[in-house]
């Protein structure tokens, strides 16, 4: 499925964010970005992945909302950003990694899997990277 599918599905939705919701992901993201790494250890390598990736959902949520849209779908909102921030390959990056951050998520949060250390580090400094990326987009816009 492609971003116009789920728009088509009203999965993806034109919508009016304010700054203020705007700049309220970007808290978020960074808040639970601050987070995984503090709870980093020998028994939470999940807990930090879990962590990590709601801070990569919420910087994607920043760069949506100033897109005009909002989501109901967490794979919707990372095909959108690879769409339509094709010229940015970093942002292009993350939204692809992040699909694949998402199924692991799931994998984690309802099927009871666990996360390494490498993978848990890795998100990790993904979700930061996003982050400062979703804050310097935002702010230029």
């Known amino acids: 499925m492609k971003y116009k599918d789920c728009i088509e599905k009203a999965l993806l939705k034109k919508a009016r964010v304010s700054n203020e919701e705007i700049e309220n992901q970007i808290k978020i993201a960074e808040n639970y ?8 250890g020998k028994d939470t390598y999940d807990v930090s992945f879990l962590t990590a990736y709601i801070s990569i959902f919420h910087s994607a949520r920043a760069l949506l909302f100033v897109s005009g849209y909002k989501e109901r779908s967490h794979f919707c909102l990372f095909e959108f950003l690879i769409a339509k921030f094709k010229d940015n390959s970093e942002i292009i990056r993350l939204a692809q990694i992040s699909q694949n951050y998402r199924e692991t998520r799931h994998l984690i949060q309802y099927e009871g899997e666990l996360s390494s250390d490498s993978a848990a580090k890795e998100i990790i400094s993904d979700a930061k990277t996003f982050v400062k990326l979703a804050k310097k987009y935002v702010r230029k816009v």
């Open 33 to 40: 970005a601050r987070k995984a790494e503090i709870v980093f």
